[in-house]
């Protein structure tokens, strides 16, 4: 399968891999995918009191398509609102990364994981709340 | 002719179970009939008809002499797919009427012996497709009651693609003789590396390939035991080349190359399996150095030049990328084009995951030592940096128990 | 060995650029076009650029291309591939068919599936009025050849086709002795398939192909990795498909110079042959400029091709692909030659590589055998 240069680029390079606190009442995780399908990433987002993203790590196992998708979207991430990030979409990201077809799965699941990490910060800070 | 040493291929060519270079020696055999005999073989009017007709019955006294068969039971084919194809559909449908419409095969064979027999079945034939043990070996036992009285015909791999396992094809053909079954056997990853004793093995067709070998893609044979003497009905025909059996005209220069291929495997088998061998333990060996490594099929009963193992936590393809300096495969080339894991490895009872991070080395001719200590040092850097990056390994790290986490449907 | 090579419609030499463009797959670049890493795709992209050869060489998109080992696994493909979905109706194959389209046509009969031959006429030409009569009966598949491989007599294939396609019966052709001596239009014979083969046109062996019309449903002949988008398993021949589409560019090249040097060779030829009293099979009809198919009374064929070769001439004795057969020409027999000149058939086909020199030495040659042979023959008397 021949990989775009921005695919191969962040695969060699991944930008913000690890992990943030997950205790910390500011910080987001979604955890998407499964083993058996071969793909599972991990996205952290740390949102400050503004609602601007300040921070965002991945962990992912997958393939290239996949790990350089999550990694494209950490460094979208940050700076936007909670609300900006929920509006990325995958065809965004498959554009960006010049995906075949047969990896536009990857562009989904970061899309999902986005989506995941942000109803996440949205639970802690509802659940913050209503205390 | 561009030469092969190691300065000329940029990657370690690690994939010898998908393909074999051409030896040079063979490539060299095979040129002359490319350029000045050029004739069609089935040409009975002059010497470059007749030079061609010779050079492929010198061929194949050499394919029929590795594995100890008459020349005259040995048929030329396109590859062991069109092999496979013919020697399944061929006595399927010759022996359907005397002995029934029941065939046996194992889950864990080739597609073209897979997709052959599914072919059969949509025709109204009936199959079993016997699970392996989880070593990747048949139980004879299971074998034995897989039998039916309706059965027709057994094809079993002598050594698997993928995982390299041999399987005891005499002890399996002495049942089927016992019962009257036809016996195939795919040999296709077989010649060269294992003995074949067609004479004394109750074996009544076997597929071969060149390309496996160091010959040329293009072409394979299939042998057709003549005692006892096996039918096979026709799938392709024409001008009845082969004695009616496969017709078609043949590529010379190809036979001649599968025959020289198979000369020199015949003469140099023992000594190169044995150089194999010590670079397949030192490859082994420094591999188990990794953290959750799991061997794929059982180490014993194995060609020397399979090795396919899992890297727990890693996924297979992003793994493929990371080691660029070598080429290998993640799972069998035929099926890599799609994204399912492996189905020899799920076979086997793999899980999902650990089929997902399967890479088969394969070793051959060319490989050295040095070959295998840059490999195993660029998997053990790649494969420490993909684990950084995994969500997995983070939490096997964690202690968590990945088979008990929930995960999301997708 | 013969000096002079006259055969050329059984096989003919690979070309240089063929050879060139082969090597490096044969040794440096062995991969398995279907693996991912960097060898596989080097082979895979030599197979598709050879792809994109091939159909411009027949006039035809790339995707259209199914690579086979041969013409004959390309006829089989055609024929049982059409046919294997369709338990009833009929095959129509004309008498002149190579067996490799008339025996798999036989082969699928059944109780409700008939193949039946269309007549040709003493010209070797496909007889209309017949196929208008077959057509009658519902029918599933045509295959009619382009080109003759015996006679050279090509075939009206655009009007068999639009005959054929009216009564909503597919149609094959088998293009093998056509590329590369006439232009070949996938799309203007408006066939449903057609077969090419490689080294009919200074190609390797080892390499055909079927030409598809994507809407056609055709089941596979060979089952497994799902090679060709399914169509045909088997790990790709890459160093013979490299070779077949450089040929194919290279046939394309050199048609209008192939066309006029055998034509040349042929009349030379023919002007020597009609001068012996030669019986010239197809003579009234179309023909490919390279091929004479001809006899003499009372002098039996291979005695003479026999004779022939030993003065240095590599000649057919009619079709090379009937292995062992001694049985005269199908060909000639359908075209109503009676069976005794039919004996005597000789085939002399023409490449570029051929000069009038040798022409001339043949027709002395030929000469004196059959002043020989004729005081042999008692018949003549």
Not at chain 3, 38 to 49: D, I, M, N, Q
Request: proline letters at 3%.
């Amino acid at each position: 399968m021949a990989y775009s240069d921005k695919v191969l680029d962040h695969y060699e390079n991944p930008r913000n891999v690890g992990s943030l606190d997950k205790n910390d009442p500011n910080v987001g995780t979604g955890m998407v995918g499964a083993p058996a399908c071969g793909d599972v990433m991990k996205l952290m987002i740390k949102v400050n009191d503004n609602g601007i993203i300040e921070d965002a790590k991945f962990k992912t196992y997958g393939c290239g398509s996949a790990i350089a998708s999550s990694s494209l979207v950490t460094e979208w991430l940050k700076g936007k609102t909670v609300d900006e990030a929920y509006a990325i979409k995958n065809s965004a990201i498959a554009e960006e990364l010049a995906l075949p077809p047969v990896k536009i799965h990857c562009s989904v699941l970061a899309e999902d994981a986005i989506k995941a990490a942000v109803a996440d910060i949205k639970a802690k800070q509802s659940a913050r709340a209503t205390v | 002719m561009a030469n092969m040493n190691q300065t000329d291929r940029p990657p370690i060519y690690l994939d010898y179970s998908a393909t074999t270079p051409v030896d040079i020696r063979v490539a060299e055999k095979m040129i002359p009939y490319l350029t000045e005999h050029y004739g069609n073989p089935a040409s009975r009017s002059h010497p470059y008809g007749w030079t061609a007709e010779k050079a492929v019955e010198n061929a194949r006294e050499e394919v029929a002499k590795l594995v100890n068969a008459d020349p005259r039971e040995i048929v030329w084919t396109s590859g062991a797919t069109e092999s496979n194809n013919l020697a399944i559909k061929g006595a399927a449908n010759f022996y359907a009427s005397t002995k029934g419409k029941h065939i046996i095969t194992i889950a864990t064979e080739h597609k073209a012996v897979i997709d052959a027999v599914r072919e059969l079945e949509r025709q109204g034939f009936t199959a079993t497709y016997l699970e392996p043990e989880p070593d990747g070996l048949v139980d004879l036992a299971k074998f034995k009651a897989a039998i039916q009285p309706d059965t027709v015909l057994a094809s079993v791999m002598l050594v698997n693609n993928e995982i390299g396992v041999i399987q005891d094809i005499e002890a399996i053909g002495n049942i089927c003789r016992e019962a009257g079954v036809i016996f195939h056997v795919d040999a296709a990853q077989a010649t060269g590396k294992v003995k074949i004793d067609l004479a004394n093995l109750p074996v009544d067709l076997m597929s071969f390939s060149a390309h496996k070998t160091y010959g040329p893609k293009g072409i394979g044979a299939l042998y057709v035991c003549r005692k006892p003497r096996i039918r096979i009905e026709a799938q392709m025909h024409g001008g009845g080349h082969e004695r009616g059996m496969r017709s078609g005209t043949l590529a010379t220069h190809q036979i001649v190359g599968m025959g020289e291929a198979f000369r020199i495997a015949h003469e140099e088998m023992a000594s190169e399996n044995e150089r194999i061998r010590m670079l397949r333990d030192r490859l082994l060996t420094g591999l188990q150095d990794i953290e959750e490594t799991y061997v794929n099929g059982d180490l014993a009963h194995r060609i020397p030049h399979n090795l396919n193992i899992s890297f727990n936590y890693v996924e297979g393809e992003s793994l493929i990328m990371a080691v660029k300096g070598i080429a290998v495969s993640s799972g069998s080339a035929c099926t890599s084009a799609s994204l399912e894991p492996s189905y020899v490895l799920r076979a086997l009872g793999r899980s999902d995951e650990l089929a997902h991070s399967s890479i088969r080395f394969s070793i051959g001719r060319f490989t050295t030592v040095a070959d295998v200590d840059y490999t195993v040092e660029l998997m053990k850097s790649k494969i420490e940096k993909l684990r950084e990056l995994s969500p997995l390994w983070e939490m096997f790290k964690d202690g968590i128990d990945i088979s008990k986490v929930q995960w999301a449907a997708h | 060995m013969a000096n002079a090579y006259f055969d050329h419609n059984s096989t003919t030499a690979l070309k240089t650029d063929v050879l060139e463009a082969m090597l490096p797959f044969m040794a440096s670049q062995h991969g398995n076009a279907t693996s991912r890493h960097s060898f596989g795709r080097t082979a895979r992209a030599a197979v598709e650029h050879a792809r994109e050869q091939v159909a411009n060489a027949v006039g035809a998109y790339a995707n259209q291309i199914v690579f086979t080992a041969s013409g004959t696994e390309a006829n089989n493909f055609a024929v049982r591939g059409i046919c294997s979905n369709l338990d009833k109706g009929q095959i129509l194959t004309s008498a002149i068919e190579h067996p490799c389209v008339s025996r798999p046509a036989l082969a699928i009969q059944s109780s409700s599936v008939q193949a039946k031959n269309i007549h040709v006429d003493s010209d070797c030409n496909i007889n209309l009025a017949h196929l208008q009569k077959l057509l009658l009966t519902p029918t599933n598949l045509v295959s009619a050849m382009l080109v003759n491989n015996e006679t050279g007599v090509i075939q009206d294939i655009t009007k068999v086709a639009e005959m054929a396609r009216e009564r909503k019966a597919y149609v094959h052709t088998d293009a093998v002795q056509a590329l590369g001596k006439i232009p070949v239009n996938f799309f203007a014979l408006g066939v449903h398939a057609m077969t090419v083969s490689s080294h009919k046109i200074g190609g390797p062996l080892g390499a055909g192909a079927l030409v598809l019309d994507k809407r056609i449903d055709i089941q596979p002949l060979l089952y497994g990795g799902g090679q060709e988008r399914g169509l045909r398993s088997g790990t790709e021949n890459v160093a013979a498909i490299v070779g077949f589409g450089v040929a194919c560019d290279l046939a394309t090249k050199n048609l209008s110079a192939f066309d006029v040097h055998t034509a040349n060779l042929r009349d030379h030829l023919e002007i020597g042959l009609a001068k012996l009293n030669a019986v010239i099979f197809g003579y009234n009809g179309l023909r490919v400029a390279n091929t004479s198919f001809f006899s003499f009374k009372y002098i039996e064929g291979e005695t003479l091709v026999t004779a022939l070769d030993k003065a240095g001439f590599a000649v057919a004795s009619g079709s090379a692909c009937s292995s062992d057969s001694t049985d005269p020409s199908h060909v000639l027999l359908a075209m109503g030659v009676p069976e005794d000149l039919a004996r005597g058939a000789v085939r002399v086909s023409f490449g570029l590589s051929n000069t009038v020199q040798e022409v001339e030495h043949f027709l002395l040659a030929l000469k004196q055998e059959l002043t020989r042979l004729r005081n042999l023959t008692a018949v003549m008397a």
